[in-house]
């Protein structure tokens, strides 16, 4: 009895004490000690009252918030992250659940004929018909000698952490692209507001013209310039309002509602809010974006892979156990005469499969090495999105400011070619030039403003959100 309980308390002992997984290490990658183009930046003071996942409340915009809030529920791309972690988690549960043995209970009641024909059959006819009733339940446990049900458990449970993972890249990558959208909208509200005012303007100069010229002052060459200028300007207009509906379109989709039924209203005057922005160590990166943190899970996923692959090679050990009672009548089951039982293990040894498990090892050694390179290219392109986010936004403000300055230029240049006109110092082709590039320049203005604010958004998606 006590060899029985040495026995027992050292199974699991020997069950965990092989493994053909190579000791896995993280694989290394190059990594700086700062970024290049982090410019002059203000480190920014913590927040502590608002979540570090939400992060366009640094924008303080409301109707922003509204929309970021409803991707939880509502984006389609996010629940199909979310399915396929339910499936992850499945097959995880699946084969955690091999580790374990399988108890099962089985059981008939059945009437048996006997064919007239059949050859060796019984001469009397009160045998050609009978019962057949059993009852009785086994255990079914594969002994883990070589690892092989470790490891892979421990693979799928490693991807479900990667798809875990994939989960908040697919969060993050969605609440970026929706704030994206969002301020390109915005952006246009903006233009469309400028071409408002400018079709205005440039209705009252139609006017103007037209009495000059009723009077004789001006000749109809300038009507017709001035008339072409302002159609030209309303169907440019009309061609702002149609990328604007797009944009709210792309925005429906995103928070999972009917484009038909989805609006944001307008803003004229919309006003950027410019937070600011901290600098992120390289290391600060490698921790915070999840898109790394599953690539490093899918690598290890794949090293314990190669552990099942290698233990393909030695033999599988089954031990079964199996008890219960069977009788060929239909009298009293439950009798020590009918009673039935099984014990002993059941081995499978490969002999020979002309390298079909070599081949699996090498496969499964091939898939390391490629998603090891995976991860690596997903570190260098995190790098990559941040530096380039950055560069961006310094490059970005620079251009704002020369382009705030032509835009004040320009707007002098057009007041004094009205001037110019009007005493008859000019034709009114200086003054369409002027408008042109007054026009212009306001524009080029906005579409600067909109692409610091998209910067930030690709900054923050950089470094793995907020901050």
């Excluded at 809030?69 to 097959?91: F, M, S, T, V, Y």
């Excluded at 923050?460 to 901050?467: P, R, T």
Aim: negative net charge; proline residues 4%; glycine residues 6%.
């Amino acid at each position: 009895m006590k060899q029985w309980y040495l026995a027992l308390v050292a199974l699991p002992i020997v069950l965990n004490a092989c493994s053909f997984a190579p000791d896995y290490k993280r694989p290394d990658v190059p990594l700086a000690t700062n970024f290049k183009e982090d410019g002059v930046w203000r480190t920014a003071a913590p927040m502590d009252d608002k979540s570090k996942g939400d992060w366009w409340h640094y924008f303080n915009d409301s109707v922003l918030n509204e929309l970021e809030a409803k991707i939880d529920k509502g984006n389609l791309q996010l629940g199909i992250a979310l399915a396929r972690h339910d499936q992850a988690l499945a097959i995880a549960n699946e084969n955690e659940a091999q580790l374990y043995p399988e108890v099962d209970a089985s059981g008939n009641y059945l009437t048996n004929r006997q064919s007239l024909n059949r050859p060796l059959r019984s001469s009397s006819l009160n045998y050609s018909v009978y019962g057949n009733t059993a009852i009785g339940a086994g255990i079914n446990y594969e002994l883990d000698f070589w690892g092989r049900l470790r490891n892979q458990a421990k693979a799928s449970a490693l991807l479900e952490q990667a798809s875990r993972a994939d989960i908040e890249t697919v969060r993050l990558s969605q609440q970026a692209l929706l704030a994206s959208i969002y301020f390109q909208l915005r952006g246009y509200d903006t233009q469309i507001a400028i071409f408002k005012d400018s079709i205005k303007a440039y209705e009252r100069e139609f006017t103007i013209i037209k009495n000059r010229h009723d009077e004789g002052v001006v000749s109809g060459l300038d009507v017709a310039r001035a008339e072409s200028l302002l159609d030209q300007v309303k169907g440019q207009l009309q061609d702002l309002l149609a990328q604007r509906a797009n944009l709210e379109h792309a925005l429906a989709v995103l928070i999972g509602e009917s484009p038909s039924s989805f609006s944001v209203a307008p803003v004229d005057n919309f006003v950027e809010a410019y937070p600011h922005l901290p600098t992120e160590l390289p290391s600060a990166v490698l921790q915070r974006r999840p898109d790394i943190a599953a690539a490093e899970r899918r690598v290890a996923s794949a090293n314990a892979e190669i552990g099942v692959a290698k233990a393909a090679f030695f033999p599988t050990i089954n031990l079964l156990a199996f008890g219960g009672y069977q009788n060929s009548g239909y009298g009293n089951l439950l009798t020590t005469p009918n009673s039935t039982w099984m014990l002993g293990p059941l081995a499978f040894l490969p002999i020979i499969d002309e390298g079909r498990r070599q081949s699996l090892v090498d496969l499964a050694n091939a898939q390391n090495k490629e998603l090891i390179v995976t991860y690596r290219q997903t570190v260098l392109n995190a790098f990559k999105e941040v530096e380039d986010s950055m560069a961006s936004l310094n490059h970005l403000q620079s251009q704002l400011t020369e382009q705030s300055k032509a835009a004040i230029a320009a707007n002098t240049t057009y007041d004094l070619a009205v001037n110019r006109y009007l005493g008859g110092a000019s034709s009114y082709l200086e003054v369409i030039d002027a408008e042109n590039t007054k026009l212009t320049t306001q524009i080029a203005e906005t579409k600067v403003k909109s692409a610091q604010m998209i910067a930030v958004v690709s900054f923050v998606k950089a470094i793995g959100g907020g901050w």
